[in-house]
T-cell receptor, first 114, second 114 residues
Framework: AQSVTQLGSHVSVSEGALVLLRCNYSSSVPPYLFWYVQYPNQGLQLLLKYTTGATLVKGINGFEAEFKKSETSFHLTKPSAHMSDAAEYFCAGGPNNAGNMLTFGGGTRLMVKP | GAVVSQHPSRVICKSGTSVKIECRSLDFQATTMFWYRQFPKQSLMLMATSNEGSKATYEQGVEKDKFLINHASLTLSTLTVTSAHPEDSSFYIC??????????FGPGTRLTVL
C-alpha cells in the first residue's frame, strides 16, 4: 500500500524567505509524485509532477521539487516566498503503472508574513 | 491538461433532501473521473472512481446507496447525495483523469445541509 506524508500541517515564512514544504512517500516502488496548490474554496491546481527522468522538477510560480529515492522524499521549495503563495499545498502520489489513482498527503498550510 | 467545471459551486439544502452535483470535462473525453470530499482543514478523501458507461467503484466506507454516481457520457459525471444530513456537509471535488498519470480538478462544490 502506498502512503504520502506531509510533515508540518502549518508552515509560516516571511515574504522573501525560502519556502520548504516536506513530503515523504511510502511505497514498494517509486510512485509518480505531484504537488498541488489549493486556494480557499477552490479546487486543486497542479504545481508540478515527477514521473520519470530528471529528479529535479520545476513547476509553475517558481516552485520546484526534487525526487530523492534514497530519502523517499519529494520536498517542495521556492527560493523567495511571495504573499500570493499563501495557500494549502498537497503532495500526492500515484502508482507508476499508468494507473490513475492518487493518494494525498494531509496538506500543509503555508502562511506568508509581510 | 483538462478544464473541469462543477455545478453548483455552492448549495444549501434541508435535511432529507437530495442534491445533485455535476462535474463536466470541457475539453477532454474523460473515461475516468474521481469524486473526493474534503472536510474543513483536512485533505482530500477519495470517495469513488467514476467510469463512463459502467458502475462506479466506491472506496471502503462510502455508502453507494447514499452517494449515487452516474457517468453517462465522456464529459459528464454526476454525484447525487441522497437524503442529505448535516454530517454530509462538506466540500465535494471532482477530477478528470487524462490517463497520463495526471488528474485535473474541478473548482469544488460546497454543500451545506441544514
Amino acid at each position: 500500500a502506498q502512503s504520502v506524508t506531509q510533515l508540518g500541517s502549518h508552515v509560516s515564512v516571511s515574504e522573501g524567505a525560502l519556502v520548504l514544504l516536506r513530503c515523504n512517500y511510502s511505497s514498494s516502488v517509486p510512485p509518480y509524485l505531484f504537488w498541488y496548490v489549493q486556494y480557499p474554496n477552490q479546487g486543486l491546481q497542479l504545481l508540478l509532477k515527477y514521473t520519470t527522468g530528471a529528479t529535479l522538477v520545476k513547476g509553475i510560480n517558481g516552485f520546484e521539487a526534487e525526487f530523492k529515492k534514497s530519502e523517499t522524499s519529494f520536498h517542495l521549495t521556492k527560493p523567495s516566498a511571495h504573499m500570493s503563495d499563501a495557500a494549502e499545498y498537497f503532495c500526492a502520489g500515484g502508482p507508476n503503472n499508468a494507473g490513475n489513482m492518487l493518494t494525498f498527503g494531509g496538506g500543509t498550510r503555508l502562511m506568508v508574513k509581510p | 491538461g483538462a478544464v473541469v467545471s462543477q455545478h453548483p459551486s455552492r448549495v444549501i439544502c434541508k435535511s432529507g433532501t437530495s442534491v445533485k452535483i455535476e462535474c463536466r470535462s470541457l475539453d477532454f473525453q474523460a473515461t475516468t473521473m474521481f469524486w473526493y470530499r474534503q472536510f474543513p482543514k483536512q485533505s482530500l478523501m477519495l470517495m469513488a472512481t467514476s467510469n463512463e458507461g459502467s458502475k462506479a467503484t466506491y472506496e471502503q466506507g462510502v455508502e453507494k446507496d447514499k452517494f449515487l454516481i452516474n457517468h453517462a457520457s465522456l464529459t459528464l459525471s454526476t454525484l447525487t447525495v441522497t437524503s442529505a444530513h448535516p454530517e454530509d456537509s462538506s466540500f465535494y471535488i471532482c477530477s478528470v483523469s487524462t490517463g497520463r498519470n495526471e488528474q485535473f480538478f474541478g473548482p469544488g462544490t460546497r454543500l451545506t445541509v441544514l
